[in-house]
């Protein structure tokens, strides 16, 4: 639109329309000044809680910390049993971000047909010191509930402890958080870690809700494919994951392996039935059966 059709529309309106105009556009913009301002002044308190990817890192066993039914743990306890782990860290009286979070593990967790406990290990662990065993135990309750499976009572575990063992542990993971004492909150980002077995970083899964394509890929990543079944293992091969996506994609070019390996083995298979046949034949006829033709 030019220059010259506004200001033929500006003659048009009444001097009321173009007031009201005019206002509306200023407390449009206003808000968005103000808007980026908040966002601007909130910046040096977002960088104060972030995740600082440790791909691969060990993370320490030694960590001591009390589980839900008041039994004195290390971390290292639920690792080299030959299973993953789901981990992440929490704190119990959290209004909002950490329930998310769980729900989101707990909704992934049941759509799997892995089962906690059985193929993989989950682990949650409190940032607050001032967490209790009875509260621990009674998330850990609620959550075992949510799911509603069978046999996982000993797949889900909650842990309290010292400030300074979860700190650890944190800095470990690369899980940046800080306590607000103005709102008297932990302010912390939504992930959760997958690690392998013998406790190394395998993936970081952010956000409040886990598919269950990627809570499957990654179990069965960590698991270097000793969970699952020769579908799940190929399924696999298929998918690799994208940081920038946050989740497991199909991989186009392990597809077209995949694809040329298939063709090669049908092609295979068929040369060989016509190779038994033939020669079914052949013996059919007896071994003079072709000098016999001939005469």
């Known amino acids: 639109m030019n220059l010259a059709a506004i200001n033929i529309r500006s003659r048009s309106l009444s001097g009321?329309?173009?007031i009201s105009f005019a206002l509306f556009f200023a407390v449009i913009f206003s808000a968005a000044n103000l808007s980026a301002q908040a966002v601007r002044d909130d910046i040096s308190e977002l960088q104060r809680m972030d995740?600082?990817?440790?791909l691969d890192a060990q993370i320490p066993f030694d960590l001591s910390f009390t589980d839900d039914s008041g039994k004195a743990v290390k971390i290292g306890d639920y690792f080299n049993q030959g299973k993953p782990v789901i981990l992440n860290m929490a704190y119990y009286t959290c209004p909002m971000l950490c329930n998310l979070v769980m729900n989101g593990v707990a909704q992934g967790v049941k759509q799997l047909d892995l089962l906690p406990g059985r193929d993989f290990q989950i682990v949650t662990v409190s940032i607050d010191p001032r967490d209790s065993v009875s509260l621990a135990a009674a998330k850990r309750a609620n959550y075992l509930k949510s799911i509603g499976k069978p046999g996982i009572d000993p797949g889900w575990r909650f842990l309290v402890g010292a400030a300074d063992q979860s700190k650890a542990l944190a800095d470990a993971l690369g899980f940046e958080y800080?306590?607000?004492?103005?709102?008297?909150?932990?302010?912390?980002?939504?992930?959760i870690f997958i690690l392998t077995p013998d406790g190394h970083i395998?993936?970081?899964l952010y956000g409040i809700e886990f598919k269950k394509n990627d809570l499957r890929l990654a179990l069965l990543e960590a698991s270097k494919g000793k969970i699952g079944n020769t579908i799940d293992r190929i399924i696999l091969y298929?998918?690799?994951?994208?940081?920038?996506?946050?989740?497991?994609?199909?991989f186009a070019a392990n597809v077209m392996k995949l694809g040329g390996l298939a063709t090669l083995v049908v092609l295979a298979a068929v040369l060989g039935f016509f190779w038994i046949k033939e020669r079914h034949r052949k013996s059919a006829h007896g071994p003079g059966s072709i000098g016999q033709s001939l005469i």
């Open 51 to 54: 995740v600082v990817e440790h």
């Open 16 to 18: 009321r329309q173009f």
């Open 238 to 250: 298929c998918y690799h994951y994208d940081p920038e996506a946050k989740g497991y994609v199909l």
């Open 178 to 191: 800080y306590y607000d004492n103005d709102k008297e909150q932990y302010a912390h980002p939504a992930v």
């Open 202 to 204: 395998s993936r970081y």
